[in-house]
């Protein structure tokens, strides 16, 4: 089954930096655009960053020139650095890709099941 695993979220300070991972394994033909979403407490889910599979990357206004979104095709892996990390960064984080599978070769997105983000002092 293909499954995607989010890792890399915690406690940080204001100020501070972490560093998320993504890895997509199973029956896997080829990933496509991947992505990072975040929903805070009471708030709806929204994209943070995504990638596409030939690199070209978007971001949200709120994490611009703070956070980076890169990938590991190798590895099937995406990864969001995030420094300078604020308050209201603090949400849960879920990956996205967008995955062809075999043996029936359809693609799809799939979703990891989210890591916690606390920026907190």
């Known amino acids: 089954q293909v499954q995607v695993v989010e890792s890399g979220g915690g406690l940080v300070q204001p100020g501070g930096s972490l560093r998320l991972s993504c890895a997509a394994s199973g029956a896997i033909l080829a990933v496509n655009d991947m992505g990072w979403y975040r929903q805070a407490a009471g708030k709806e889910r929204e994209l943070v960053a995504s990638i596409t599979s030939a690199a070209f990357t978007n971001y949200a206004d709120s994490v611009k020139g703070r956070f980076t979104i890169s990938r590991d095709n190798a590895k099937k892996t995406v990864f969001l650095q995030m420094n300078s990390l604020k308050p209201e960064d603090t949400a849960v984080y879920y990956c996205?890709?967008?995955?062809?599978?075999?043996?029936?070769?359809?693609?799809?997105?799939?979703w990891g099941k989210g890591t916690q983000v606390t920026v907190s002092s």
């Open positions: 996205n890709a967008n995955i062809k599978s075999y043996p029936t070769s359809t693609t799809m997105d799939y």
